[in-house]
């Protein structure tokens, strides 16, 4: 295989091109942000989703939906130190944003004409654009403004004020524009939140499908935690749910593929791809290759992750990559994965999960991968099971 494409622009489409310097950068500040534990706050969160479930026992309930409201409450307070209400019309702008860039992905544009003339689309994203920058603009402020009044301590608190610390750097080289703050900030809601959204949701599925593994994960989790709550030290021993997890990534991941700029004419395998063009590879081609993971490729068998990840791809890196692989690969991996067996230990703890009949699968890809018609299932207390 020759040289790979340049990294060129991440999976998130309103992020301009980085070089290497920038992220170099931008990893040592958002680094911070991943060193502190954040697990407190994601347990207070799943609390909060959980109490509203104990009116919904035994009845169906949308997980996908919930979900939703658990992961975009989760990045508020951690990324953010605000709340879910505080961001909701950001969430909800981006949501309508996604939808718009992925029903145009592989539209070609001709750049004389996109100039002077632009689509109904284009006008709306330009719109939301704007009115998300707004947004953001607005929340910085709140910030910035409670610090100058003494009502937080320093702007170093979490990654909003990691963040503003690198824009007010006194070093102008390494100071952060604001558009690059904007744009991070737009990231950072949507990363933090549509990917761990759609995960959980898939898995929830395939507990409620497969109850033998529902089981198994159920019984972890109490030889780890008992009825209280998860805790860092437990989350690193939870064996099955990491195979559950990954064999998810693999199936239902939800990053479809990594879409990359060509800046120069580069050899890929048997392809001469020519400069100035932009690729999708899609993992999903990977980890759905019967040639790497056998016969039963389509099947959900997290046995296959039973000895790690290099045994389960027979050591071959390039085939297991939900989170990206390289410079570009996901920061927020660990986070996700801790939000995602803090949540599920959790369910897991109070709840067995049935699938209702009323789902139908229908997975869509808007970005991410989703359950177009989202994921009702009917969760029944475990003390009335006893
Ligand atoms: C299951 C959950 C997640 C999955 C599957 C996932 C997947 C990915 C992938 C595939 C990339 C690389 C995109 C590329 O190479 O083009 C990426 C980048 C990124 N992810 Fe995640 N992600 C997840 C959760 C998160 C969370 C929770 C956060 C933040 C709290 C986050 C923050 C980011 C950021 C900031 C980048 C961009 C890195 C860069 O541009 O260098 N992700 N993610």
Redesign the pocket.
Known sequence: MGKAPK?G????PW?KP?DSNY?CH??LH?GGF?GQNMTPAIIASVETMLEKWNAQEGKEIEVYQEFRLLTSEV?SR??FGSNYMEGEKIFAMLSKLTVIMSRNLSKTRIPLISKLWKSADLLESEKLSKEIKDRVLKIVKKREDKVVNGEVNSLRSD?LGLLLNAYHDSDEKNRLSLEDLVA?CK??YF???E??N??LAWIVLHLAIHGDWQEKARREVIDIFGNQNPHLEGIAKLKIMTMIINET?RLY???NG???AVTREVQLGKLLLPANIDILPL?IGLHRDPHIWGDDVHHFKPERFAKGIAKATNYTTAAF?????????????T???I??KVALSMILQRYTIALSPAYVHSPIPILTLRPQHGIQVILKPIHSNA
């Open positions: 990294a622009q991440s999976h998130f992020g980085k992220i931008y990893c958002i991943f990045i951690t990324a990654f991070e990231t950072f990363a933090g939140q990917t761990v759609s995960l990534l991941g939800p990053s990594l879409p990359r993992n990559f939900p989170f990206g692989l390289g410079p570009r690969s996901c920061v927020g991996m986070f996700a994965t939000e995602a």
